[in-house]
């Protein structure tokens, strides 16, 4: 009866240890849904304070909320000036959509289209936050982000545009993402076209790209430039490649000089 009495106790204290991972997972969806709900928020400071708390830090997911931070940054700097770079009080993007699936999946609907789509698997550390996850665009299969985001090492000055770091992101298209850090250090009104930029790779084939956002910068302003390619361009850790940008020297669409920047693939 002793015996019996031992083996019993012991099959149950397995499982309670078996149970208790189930839980430590279950309780840590809400850091999931928080983020996202950040997001679709489309307000940066928001975004960059979740990611501060449920994303882990240098990992695939830490890049791609920053990334996100950046770009609503940015349009909000850009909303500030019209084309003859009158100031306007600062203004957020609409808010998006977000919406929780049966199976546990996310989508995402919002203003900067390269992040809307469906989100799953998130996959977390022993502090459960996030590391990575998997991201499916309209016509694409899941693919992680883990290896998928490179930091970029950029040094273009000139004429008083400077452009110090940015990032890559390999969409599960297989086209490039490429976002750079852009600065109007002096020189008065700049803008560039959405039009006619293109991405050389680092084995020479040009790709072109959609740049955005599109609006008016002014001396001391910071916002972002992006291109996203529509062919699959060898942009790889450890190579150089150089984004072309159509730039003006003014807001109107006059005075065109486009800009060359290499950048380094960490």
Not at 36 to 41: D, E, P, Q, T
Not at 108 to 132: A, E, H, P, R
Request: aromatic residues 10%; charged residues 20%.
């Amino acid at each position: 009866m002793q015996g019996k009495l031992i083996k019993a106790w012991a099959i149950g204290l397995v499982m309670v240890v078996v149970n208790v991972p189930a839980v430590a997972a279950s309780n840590s969806s809400s850091g999931i849904d928080s983020f996202l709900s950040a997001v679709k928020s489309a307000q940066p400071l928001k975004i960059e304070a979740a990611r501060k708390k449920f994303i882990a830090p240098n990992s695939s997911a830490d890049l791609y909320a920053i990334l996100i931070v950046k770009h609503f940054s940015g349009t909000e700097y850009l909303k500030t000036l019209d084309k003859f770079g009158n100031v306007s009080p600062t203004a957020h993007d609409a808010p998006g959509k977000l919406k929780k699936n049966k199976d546990g999946s996310f989508t995402l609907d919002s203003t900067f289209n390269t992040i809307d789509g469906n989100y799953k698997d998130f996959v977390l550390n022993k502090s459960k936050k996030i590391t990575s996850f998997k991201f499916q665009s309209t016509g694409t299969k899941f693919v992680s982000t883990r290896d998928n985001l490179q930091r970029l090492t950029i040094n273009f000055v000139d004429d008083g545009n400077e452009i110090k770091s940015g990032i890559h992101w390999k969409l599960p298209s297989g086209y490039s993402f490429v976002q750079v850090d852009y600065e109007n250090k002096f020189g008065g009104l700049k803008s560039w076209s959405y039009a006619r930029g293109y991405i050389r790779d680092a084995s020479g084939v040009n790709h072109n790209v959609v740049t955005a956002p599109i609006g008016c910068t002014n001396s001391g302003g910071k916002t972002v430039i992006e291109g996203t390619t529509s062919t699959t361009a060898a942009i790889v850790k450890n190579t150089t490649s150089t984004f072309v940008i159509p730039f003006f020297k003014s807001c109107t669409g006059e005075n065109a000089n486009e800009i060359k920047v290499p950048f380094l693939v960490q």
